[in-house]
Nanobody
Framework: QVQLVESGGGLVQAGGSLRLSCTASGPGRAFGTYNVGWFRQAPGKERTFVAA???????YYGDFVKDRFTISRDNVKKSVYLQMNSLKPEDTAVYYC?????????????????WGQGTQVTVSS
């Protein structure tokens, strides 16, 4: 089992940047063997896929990202990062990280049994 904690959210003006962190803890398998995804949920909307990085550092992004976001990982620090640039008001949401062992369907929430509590990102216009 792995516990995930997100950090780095906050209030930023449109066009600004934020770097979210997802840090893992807990016993069991090494963090470097997990595939990790970021999802977001805006008020009144469904949770949507943002980005994912496999244990081999292959990356996937949601269509709306359009080269604005970059996902990366540091297995020594047991962390995955989401660098978000050129933020827009529509990026406002709670951002969640999640970890999965399965390699399949990483752009959906289905394969992720472990989730963090989320961090709020608010982009003002």
């Amino acid at each position: 089992q792995v516990q995930l904690v997100e950090s780095g959210g906050g209030l930023v003006q449109a066009g600004g940047s934020l770097r979210l962190s997802c840090t893992a803890s807990g016993p069991g398998r090494a963090f470097g063997t997990y595939n990790v995804g970021w999802f977001r949920q805006a008020p009144g909307k469904e949770r949507t896929f943002v980005a994912a990085i496999t244990f081999t550092s292959v990356t996937y992004y949601g269509d709306f990202v359009k080269d604005r976001f970059t996902i990366s990982r540091d297995n020594v620090k047991k962390s995955v990062y989401l660098q978000m640039n050129s933020l827009k008001p529509e990026d406002t949401a709670v951002y969640y990280c999640a970890a999965a062992i399965s390699m399949f369907g990483l752009t959906t929430s289905s394969p992720y049994p472990y989730w963090g509590q989320g961090t709020q990102v608010t982009v003002s216009s």
